[in-house]
Every structure is written in structure tokens, then in C-alpha cells.
């Protein structure tokens, strides 16, 4: 199991801030903004290096549940960063794809 399969069992505690049945959003335990939050499917996909075809659709609604979290906390106006670790050099350390949502200061470019 992955550590997140042990977030969306129950195993491990997360604070939630959003769920259905394929989708599982938490506060990250190491926030790097006011606002950090990992946007993952249920289902594990290793990391967005690895997505078919297939995860099209799911990959999709898991942009759009990141937004509106995003709408949903009053960033929309000010602003918001998406970001999709992948691989090593990506800077990934958990296998299972996650899309990080952070926001609540402004960010910088490039990232380090
Ligand atoms: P990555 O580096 O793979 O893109 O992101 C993994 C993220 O998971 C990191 O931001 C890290 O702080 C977060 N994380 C690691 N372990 C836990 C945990 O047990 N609980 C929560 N909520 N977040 C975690």
C-alpha cells in the first residue's frame, strides 16, 4: 500500500478537505503555503510520468477538484499554483500520483 492508500483507508490521519468515491483531497503534514493541499486519485497511478490514455478522464477531474477546492477557499481571485511532481529530478517522493494546490501567498518563478 501506498502512504496515501493508508490516507484514504483511514490508516494513517489527514485532516480532509474533500472526497467522493474516486477522488481523495488532504492538507499536506509539511505545508509549504497557507494553503497546501494534495489533490489524489483513489485509484493509485504511480505518477503522472506513468498515466495511459485511460486516466484521461480521471486525471481531468482531478484538475478540476483542485480548482474548485481552490474556488471553494477564496484563492481565485489572487491566485493559486497547481504543481505535478514526477520522477526524481521531478522531486517526487511519494508513488502515487498527486497534484499539490497551493496558494495564499504569491509564488515565485522559477521554482527551485
Ligand atoms: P511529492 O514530493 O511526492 O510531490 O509530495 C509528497 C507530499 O506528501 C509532500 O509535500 C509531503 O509533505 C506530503 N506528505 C508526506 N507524508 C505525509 C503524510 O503522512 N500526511 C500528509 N498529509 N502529507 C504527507
Known amino acids: 500500500m501506498t502512504l496515501f492508500e493508508k490516507i484514504v483507508a483511514r490508516e494513517i490521519p489527514a485532516k480532509i478537505a474533500f472526497e467522493n468515491d474516486e477522488i481523495l483531497a488532504f492538507h499536506d503534514v509539511n505545508p509549504q503555503a497557507p494553503v497546501h493541499i494534495l489533490v489524489i486519485p483513489?485509484?493509485?497511478?504511480p505518477r503522472i510520468a506513468e498515466a495511459q490514455a485511460s486516466d484521461g478522464a480521471?486525471?481531468?477531474?482531478?484538475?478540476?477538484?483542485?480548482?474548485?477546492?481552490?474556488?471553494?477557499?477564496?484563492?481565485s481571485e489572487t491566485g493559486f499554483r497547481l504543481v505535478i511532481n514526477s520522477g526524481r529530478?521531478?522531486?517526487?517522493?511519494v508513488p502515487h500520483l498527486h497534484v499539490h494546490l497551493l496558494g495564499g501567498r504569491p509564488m515565485h518563478w522559477p521554482p527551485g
Not at 58 to 75: E, V, Y
Open 42 to 45: 483513489k485509484r493509485v497511478i
Open 58 to 75: 480521471l486525471i481531468g477531474r482531478l484538475l478540476l477538484t483542485a480548482k474548485q477546492i481552490a474556488t471553494d477557499l477564496g484563492l
Open 89 to 93: 529530478n521531478g522531486g517526487e517522493t
